[in-house]
């Protein structure tokens, strides 16, 4: 369980807040509008109602014993930079702030904050490699480098085993696990046949996935 602190109550930081909380992690919520505020109540330990570019509301919070604290500001750029440098200036251990620009993230980053999401440009680079192919059905990026894929049987592998086709030598992936009418069977050994309409759950470097897919 982690002690999470969410400045900003749009519909990120609202959603960061509940899922965060539904997995067993104490969140305390903060924004200027009680409405907001009203809204995340069920979904949060506990919230507040301030101004995160107010050093007098920020210095009480105790933002030191937190061990992530979240920027959501949306819509007001100069309200994020600012709260993340007092959130830096106060102690703030991790600081994960949302920007919507590649120069807003590059500013933040400047100002203190640890690590940058781009909520509308990775959901779109997502949907973009999900739904401009016929063979991907989902995609997770882990770093610059390396993603996880979920993809449908290349035709040539059909029949044949993972051992027979050398996975992991000549593609240079591993397979995760292969998919069959929704149920998940993790890790398939190496007698595994590939079968027509399964799909397979893969990870690897991006360059070599794209070369396969």
Known sequence: MKS??????????????????????????????????????????NAQ???ATNEQFIAQLGVGNFDLCVVAIENNFQSSLEATSLLKDYGAR???AR???DVHAKFLLR???DEIVY??????ERMAVKYGSDNIFDYIQL?????????????????????????????NINILATKEDDVMYPNPGPDHVFLEEERLVIMGHNRDIEKLV
């Not at 602190?5 to 992690?25: C, P, S």
């Not at 924004?31 to 505020?37: A, L, P, Q, R, T």
């Open 94 to 96: 991790f600081v994960l």
């Open 99 to 101: 920007a919507g620009r």
């Open 143 to 171: 770093d610059d480098e390396y993603s996880i894929y979920e993809i449908s049987v290349p035709e040539s592998w059909v029949g044949r085993t993972i051992a027979q086709k050398n996975i992991r030598a000549k593609y």
């Open 4 to 45: 999470i602190l969410i400045v900003g109550l749009g519909r990120f930081g609202r959603y960061m807040a509940q899922y965060l909380y539904e997995r067993g992690n104490e969140v305390m919520a903060i924004d200027s509008v009680e409405e907001k505020v009203n809204m995340v109540l069920p979904f949060v330990t």
């Open 49 to 51: 109602i301030g101004d």
């Open 111 to 113: 100002n203190g904050a």
């Open 119 to 124: 909520t509308e440009k990775e959901m779109a």
